[in-house]
C-alpha cells in the first residue's frame, strides 16, 4: 500500500511569487492535514481537510491556502512568498476524522530567496 | 494557548545506558502522541497514548501518560545507535487527531 506522496519534494521560489503543494494520502484515508516544519518555530499545524471540507485552521496568515478534492487529494498555496516562508512542508492523512493515527509524507522543502 | 514543551531538548548517552524524555503540557487533554523524525525524513509514529495511566512499549522504548500531571515520557532502555533521532510529543488540540501540537523535539543521539 502506498504512503503519502507529496510533489514537488524541492522547491525554490522567489520573494512574492506563489506556490502550489500537492498531497496523496493513502489510498482510502478521507482526512489530510498539513504541518509547517522549521528550525525555529518546529512543526506547527496549518489546516485540516475531511471530505473536501476545511474543519481547522491554524494561525498562520491568509496566504496560506488549501483544498481537498473528491479524491481526498489535497493542495496547499502559498502567495506572495515572503522568506519566511522558506520551511519543510509535511502533509498527514487518517483514516477518518477521528482516527488515531496521522501517516506523514516525506514532505516538500521550501526554500524562498 | 496550548504549549508543549519537551525535557530534555538534546540528549547524548552511551549504548547501553537508560535514560528517560519528558513531554510537559498546558492545558487538559487525554490524547498524547510521540513521533521520531530521522535527519532528511518524515515523522514516523511511534505511540499513540489515549488514556491516563496509558502504557505502551515496542522494543526498547516505552511511553506512559499522566493526564492529571499532564505529563508523558518516553522511556529508553539500554540504547542503541539505530534509535539516534529526533523524537516528537504532539498533544491533540481537538477531538480528531489530527490537530496537533507539538514539542520541540528532542534530538537523541547514541554513541557507541
Known amino acids: 500500500k502506498a504512503g503519502v506522496t507529496q510533489t514537488p519534494r524541492y522547491l525554490i521560489k522567489t520573494r512574492g511569487q506563489q506556490v502550489t503543494l500537492s498531497c496523496s494520502p493513502i489510498?482510502?484515508?478521507?482526512?489530510v492535514s498539513w504541518y509547517q516544519q522549521t528550525p525555529g518555530q518546529g512543526l506547527q499545524f496549518l489546516f485540516e481537510?475531511?471530505?473536501?471540507?476545511?474543519?481547522n485552521k491554524g494561525n498562520f496568515p491568509g496566504r496560506f491556502s488549501g483544498r481537498q478534492f473528491s479524491n481526498s487529494r489535497s493542495e496547499m498555496n502559498v502567495s506572495t512568498l515572503e522568506l519566511g516562508d522558506s520551511a519543510l512542508y509535511l502533509c498527514?492523512?487518517?483514516?477518518?476524522?477521528?482516527?488515531?493515527?496521522?501517516?506523514f509524507g516525506s514532505g516538500t522543502q521550501l526554500s524562498v530567496l | 494557548e496550548l504549549k508543549v514543551e519537551q525535557n530534555p531538548l538534546f540528549l547524548s548517552m552511551q549504548e547501553g545506558k537508560n535514560y528517560t524524555i519528558y513531554c510537559n503540557y498546558s492545558?487538559?487533554?487525554?490524547?498524547l502522541y510521540w513521533y521520531r523524525q530521522d535527519p532528511g525524513k518524515s515523522l514516523e509514529s511511534l505511540f499513540v497514548?489515549?488514556?491516563?495511566?496509558a502504557v505502551k512499549q515496542e522494543g526498547r522504548l516505552m511511553a506512559s501518560l499522566d493526564t492529571k500531571a499532564r505529563l508523558s515520557t518516553l522511556h529508553i532502555t539500554a540504547a542503541v545507535h539505530d534509535l539516534s533521532a529526533t523524537y516528537f510529543c504532539?498533544?491533540?488540540?481537538?477531538?480528531?487527531?489530527?490537530?496537533?501540537?507539538f514539542g520541540e523535539g528532542t534530538q537523541l543521539t547514541v554513541n557507541p
Open positions: 492545558t487538559t487533554s487525554d490524547r
Open positions: 504532539a498533544v491533540d488540540m481537538g477531538s480528531s487527531g489530527s490537530r496537533l501540537t
Open positions: 497514548l489515549l488514556s491516563n495511566g
Open positions: 481537510y475531511f471530505s473536501e471540507t476545511q474543519r
Open positions: 498527514a492523512s487518517s483514516l477518518s476524522q477521528y482516527n488515531e493515527k496521522l501517516f
Open positions: 489510498s482510502g484515508h478521507r482526512s
